[in-house]
């Protein structure tokens, strides 16, 4: 490694600098080792996976050396809330602290900037309040995330920046173009810090993002959704509206803008044919459906030829030939590389194409243009092997390095696995037992629980419980009945509350010090085979010869326990319990991947939990009301 660099990096971390500017920093030496890893990666160049263990600080860890170095780097982050973390907190301390001269830059995807000429043609035809009125006519940067009033997606759609009826050079807003503006910025920046989705689709779309040499992903172990979601196809009801917006809003005579609203609602009918009946369950076949989307195609088509020329509609236009691009590039697909399927999440179906195997488009597409990539996260091995990562983030030549975690899980913590429970599959009688120790340990701690399930089925079944047994003084907050941001904020402002919570609750929940000390979990957090994605992706290892099980069903689900169990111990002085309802984990033999991947609490009989709880939590541990820093769940896209 470059020496001058080592000696650099480890001046800062045994100085006063980051003490001065970092407000509770103290120097941790797995921290210091981080940052000398990371240091020696940028000086020899290539791909590198670091574990960092939750409470190592691994922002600081390498945003210290990256600086350092002088070189050009993007650092990219799962979510918005992360990045905007890391640009308004962690990077300007450290740039502080250093003296350094870069220039950071934060560029977030064109959909969270508001489309000027959307905005003139739309306001006094979309129903809108006051406050969004207000902030649209005068923020400086139209980043919709400093819109600080609650705005309704409905409303939202209508007015921000889209790629599929950007009016681009014709546009007579684009002097003062938020969107444009923000991309002219982050070119000239030093450090560019941006989201995993902007990334892989700015990189695919080549001229979109500046060249660096370094790059540095945060939360790796969520770039492959994110790559597969930017690298698929999309097409459903939502990819209409600029259509339809782009007619209403135009000042065409009345029966010229009929005869137009007429071909997008042909054209809309026969988007939503192509997923009339499918459940998300349920297989989607290109083959199948051929006539249907040629019917797009012809219509998209038809749509397109009738606006061309008229300068007004070329953003309807142009949205309209994208969507008949996308539906002859379905017809195209092979199902042997990807999986069509049909989200029903939202409030129109969205008819979806994901590659299966999206490592050498990474390698190609991402990592080939960087000198140095550092995937890094608290969560990248399985049974302390990089196997799983390395293949599925197509990083087979990558140097690996776990460096754990500061923490003293056996001395904080205990986890136990009852006897006597019932089958994983029996959900009635789990849902017992589940809330038979879930009310146990809030009534103990006096709320304080986070009780994390695999279906909404099983969390269905416990809800009913415990809306008729909550123990009194007791607050339940129930994913599903309202949004994860409020349900978190009603747990640390109630101090005396049970979580029951679901997919989105599993990571990215930071409630340090006594907020949080009993996790209980329903059953090992295997993905349902029923979905197709999953099914895809199995099919895909069975057909080159791999056991599906052992190569993504296992180890996905370790990661996954792994993150589950890691929202308990948050910070030094922090104490508490797991319960882990499913005794698999100790009778099957690949429980033992399980325990060797979460941390390494002190595993106790049932018989021993309330007396840790009585001597180790109440009254113990940090008693903090402060806000989360993290908090960014998968939800909270980019
Ligand atoms: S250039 Fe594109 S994004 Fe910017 S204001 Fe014009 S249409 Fe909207």
Not at 310 to 334: H, I, N, R
Not at 559 to 568: A, F, I, S, T
Request: with cysteine; aromatic share 8%; proline share 4%.
């Amino acid at each position: 490694m470059n020496r001058g660099l080592t000696e650099r990096v480890r001046e800062v971390f045994s100085g006063d600098c980051l003490d001065e500017e970092v407000p509770g920093y103290s120097a941790r030496p797995l921290q210091i080792s981080l940052a000398e890893a990371v240091g020696r990666a940028i000086h020899t160049g290539g791909i590198h996976l670091f574990e960092a263990g939750t409470g190592i600080g691994k922002s600081m860890a390498y945003i210290v050396p990256a600086l350092l170095s002088g070189s050009r780097i993007f650092i990219s982050t799962a979510t918005i809330t992360l990045q905007d973390q890391l640009a308004n907190k962690d990077v300007p301390a450290v740039v502080a602290a250093l003296g350094s001269d870069a220039g950071v830059c934060v560029l977030k995807g064109r959909n969270n900037y508001l489309c000027l000429r959307k905005w003139d043609r739309g306001r006094t035809r979309v129903e809108s309040d006051e406050d969004f009125t207000s902030w649209a006519g005068s923020t400086a940067d139209g980043d919709i995330t400093s819109y600080k009033h609650e705005l309704h997606p409905s409303v939202w759609r209508h007015f921000r920046s889209d790629h599929l009826d950007c009016a681009g050079s014709a546009c007579p807003f684009r002097g003062g173009c938020h969107f444009y503006r923000a991309r002219s910025e982050a070119r000239k920046a030093d450090v560019l810090i941006l989201n995993h989705h902007l990334l892989v689709s700015g990189l695919a779309a080549e001229e979109v993002l500046p060249g660096a040499d370094v790059l540095v992903i945060d939360e790796g172990h969520r770039l492959e959704d994110a790559a597969s979601e930017c690298l698929g196809l999309a097409l459903g009801e939502a990819v209409l509206l600029p259509i339809f917006d782009g007619i209403a809003f135009s000042e065409m005579d009345t029966q010229r803008k009929a005869l137009l609203l007429e071909l997008a609602r042909k054209l809309s009918s026969y988007v939503t044919e192509l997923t009339y009946g499918v459940t998300e369950t349920g297989p989607w076949d290109p083959v199948e459906h051929m006539e249907g989307l040629s019917k797009v195609v012809i219509a998209a088509k038809e749509l397109a030829s009738e606006v061309e020329g008229d300068e007004e509609l070329q953003p309807a236009a142009q949205a309209a030939s994208a969507v008949g691009t996308t539906a002859g590039m379905f017809q195209e697909l092979s199902t042997e590389e990807y999986c069509c399927f049909v989200e029903t999440e939202g409030r129109h179906p969205l008819l979806k194409a994901v590659p299966l195997d999206i490592g050498p488009d990474l390698r190609e597409m991402v990592y080939s243009r960087f000198d140095t990539t550092i995937l890094t996260s608290a969560t990248l091995t399985v049974a302390g092997e990089f196997d799983f990562f390395r293949d599925r983030l197509g990083a087979w030549d990558a140097v690996c390095r776990s460096f754990g975690s500061p923490f003293d899980y056996a001395g904080q913590a205990v986890l136990s696995i009852p006897d006597g429970l019932p089958p994983h599959d029996s959900h009635e009688d789990l849902a017992v037992t589940v809330w038979h120790w879930g009310r146990k340990l809030a009534e103990a701690l006096g709320g304080r629980t986070l009780m994390l399930f695999t279906s909404y089925r099983n969390l269905k079944l416990v809800k009913d419980m415990a809306e008729r047994e909550l123990p009194q003084g007791l607050e339940l907050l129930t994913q599903g009945e309202m949004s994860r941001s409020g349900i978190l904020r009603d747990f640390r402002a109630s101090g005396r509350a049970v979580i029951l919570g679901t997919a989105s609750f599993w990571e990215g929940v930071d409630l340090p010090g006594s907020m949080l000390q009993a996790v209980v979990i329903d059953r090992l957090p295997f993905a349902s085979p029923g979905h197709p994605l999953t099914r895809a992706r199995m099919d895909l290892i069975e057909r080159r010869g791999g056991s599906s099980f052992a190569r993504y069903s296992l180890p996905l689900a370790a990661v996954r326990l792994k993150q589950g169990v890691g929202r308990l111990i948050r910070s030094m002085d922090d104490t508490g319990v797991v319960m882990i309802m499913d005794r698999r984990i100790v009778t099957r033999p690949y429980g033992r991947i399980f325990l060797d991947s979460i941390p390494p609490f002190r595993i106790v009989h049932e018989d021993m939990v309330l007396d840790f709880v009585m001597e180790h939590c109440l009254g113990s541990g940090v008693s903090s009301s402060k806000g989360s820093v993290e908090d960014a769940g998968p939800g909270d896209q980019a």
